[in-house]
C-alpha cells in the first residue's frame, strides 16, 4: 500500500500503530516460540496467532478498515477536501487538540508536516518505525476519539 495512504487524517501515521508495529512481530514470535514446543492444544488459537502475525495491510485509517467510524476529524477532513488537519486553516481546531490528550506526538507531527511537507514527514515516521517506535509507548490513556 501507498505509504501516504498510511497518514490518518488527524495526523498520524498508520504503521506506528499497535496494530502494524507492535502486535504482528509479538504474534509471529509467539507462533515460533509455539512450533518450537512442538503445541498442538489449540489448533484455534494457533490460527489467530497467525492472522495476527500477518495483519491487513490495507488497515488504516483511509480504509476505513481500522479506527472510530463515527470519528469527528475523519468526518470533518472529508468534508473540507483536505488530506490531512495539518493542512487545514484551523489547525489546530478542538477536535485535533482533544486527541492530542490522549496521542501526545500529535501536534508536534501535525507541526512538522507543515514545515517539511508530508513526503519528508512520512520518510521520517518510516525511520520512527525502524528504530521500533509504537505509538502505543506514548499514549496517554484513555484514548479520547472525538465523535459527532
Given at each position: ?14 504503521r506506528?500503530c ?75 481546531c ?55
Amino acid at each position: 500500500m501507498d505509504k501516504e495512504l498510511m497518514v490518518t487524517y488527524c495526523g498520524l501515521y498508520c504503521r506506528l500503530c499497535d496494530h502494524h508495529a507492535r502486535i504482528p512481530p509479538r504474534a509471529k514470535a509467539l507462533c515460533e516460540a509455539l512450533a518450537m514446543a512442538e503445541y498442538r492444544d489449540n489448533p484455534e488459537l494457533l490460527k489467530q496467532l497467525d492472522k495476527l502475525a500477518s495483519p491487513d495491510a490495507e488497515k488504516c485509517c483511509r480504509s476505513g478498515k481500522c479506527g472510530d467510524p463515527a470519528c469527528a476529524i475523519r468526518k470533518c477532513a472529508l468534508g473540507k477536501g483536505i488530506f490531512t488537519c495539518p493542512q487545514c486553516t484551523d489547525y489546530p481546531c478542538e477536535r485535533v487538540i482533544q486527541l492530542a490528550r490522549s496521542e501526545a506526538t500529535l501536534l508536534h507531527d501535525g507541526q512538522r508536516i507543515r514545515n517539511i511537507g508530508l513526503a519528508a514527514w512520512i520518510e521520517e515516521q518510516e525511520e520512527r518505525r525502524g528504530s521500533g517506535f509504537c505509538y502505543a509507548d506514548v499514549r496517554c490513556l484513555p484514548c479520547e476519539i472525538p465523535r459527532e
